[in-house]
């Protein structure tokens, strides 16, 4: 089984910044898309940014358009998120998954197969 474990996230300031990162171990897996989404205390788990296997294609939610970079290093089997420009309303467990699909509906959770335990981001205003 595929495990996925988010680090990196911690408290911060308006305006910080904070470095997300997820490894992936366990049994070999051909990944292709990778994704980031996030939840806050009684919403929904929304979209945050994915990309392509490659690296080649990247999506990212309006709201953190120009604020997030989603990149991975597929030698080490790790996804990255680095947030700048941090806001309170960024206050949420950030989750990572992956998909067996070359480029699906990323915005939709139900099209991962595989999810970390998530990482909590919290910015103080």
């Known amino acids: 089984q595929v495990q996925l474990v988010e680090s990196g996230g911690g408290l911060v300031q308006t305006g910080g910044s904070l470095r997300l990162s997820c490894v992936a171990s366990g049994r070999t897996f051909i990944s292709n898309v990778m994704g980031w989404f996030r939840q806050a205390p009684g919403k929904e788990r929304d979209f945050v940014s994915a990309?392509?296997?490659?690296?080649?294609?990247?999506r990212y939610s309006d709201a953190m358009k120009g604020r997030f970079t989603i990149s991975r290093d597929n030698a080490k089997n790790t996804l990255y998120l680095q947030m700048n420009s941090l806001k309170p309303e960024d206050t949420a467990i950030y989750y990572c998954a992956a998909t067996s699909k070359t480029w699906p509906p990323v915005t939709t959770p139900d099209w991962y197969d595989d999810w970390g335990r998530g990482t909590q981001v919290t910015v103080s205003s």
């Open positions: 990309i392509s296997r490659n690296g080649g294609i990247t």
